[in-house]
């Protein structure tokens, strides 16, 4: 199984800043990695596909980079909505791993 | 817009079985493949499986197969849990997603549409 070690577990950060959230995956996934906002009681968003193609619809302050087995998420201007939790997720194999995630508080 | 309502959570004692359901409508659902992803209390996201558009293909997670099944009705919009052998490590809130990509056996897109989610919990 693929392992997903996501980074960091929390986040402080205030409104206006700039936010990087990172996740490794343990072997090389090409690109193939998306990503999830998820608030308090809902089911999660999607944000990101294909490591780096933002979803209809989501701000672009949200980006993602990356290939193999390194990406980011970055938020480049947090705004109030954004407190949430942040999954990374890969999709090259089964079983499709999630990160642990990362709270932006 | 995407709808997907879970139902069939309850409280249940180790070793029963129970079977979610998630009624799916505002979209094709027979053109898309369905995924259960289930999150214990407090704790991150775990992919319990996935079933493809016409049913041919299923995938689970090591923790979960031979007990749970994946199933889906497309005359009814339906998408199914069925769930035996419940364990303590079972409980958690089950939700149902759809694949953003049609007709395929490949679910690389990910997730984009999620329900609300249903609570299980195994305990005696």
């Known amino acids: 199984d693929i392992h997903m070690t996501q980074s960091p577990s929390s986040v402080s950060a205030s409104v206006g800043d700039r936010v990087t959230i990172t996740c490794r995956a343990s072997q090389g996934i090409t690109n193939w990695l998306v990503w999830y906002q998820q608030r308090p009681g809902k089911g999660p968003d999607l944000l990101i596909h294909a490591a780096s193609t933002l979803e209809a619809g989501v701000p672009a302050r949200f980006s993602g980079s990356g290939s193999g087995r390194d990406f980011t998420l970055t938020i480049s201007s947090v705004q109030p909505e954004d407190f949430a939790t942040y999954y990374c997720q890969q999709v090259d194999s089964t079983p499709y791993t999630f990160g642990q995630g990362t709270k932006l508080v | 817009q995407v709808q997907l309502v879970e139902s069939g959570g309850g409280v249940v004692q180790p070793g029963w079985s129970l079977r979610l359901s998630c009624a799916a409508s505002?979209?094709?659902?027979?053109?898309?493949?369905m995924h259960w992803v289930r999150q214990a209390p407090g704790k991150g996201l775990e992919w319990v499986g996935v079933?493809?558009?016409?049913?041919?293909?299923?995938y689970y997670a090591d923790s979960v197969k031979g007990r749970f099944t994946i199933s889906r009705d497309n005359s009814k919009n339906t998408l199914f849990l069925q769930m035996n052998s419940l364990r303590a490590e079972d409980t958690a809130v089950y939700y149902c997603?759809?694949?953003?990509?049609?007709?395929?056996?490949?679910?690389?897109?990910?997730?984009?549409?999620w329900g609300q989610g249903t609570t299980v919990t195994v305990s005696s």
């Open positions: 505002g979209f094709n659902f027979s053109d898309f493949g």
């Open positions: 997603a759809k694949e953003g990509l049609t007709y395929t056996y490949f679910f690389y897109y990910g997730m984009d549409g």
């Open positions: 079933i493809s558009y016409d049913r041919s293909i299923v």
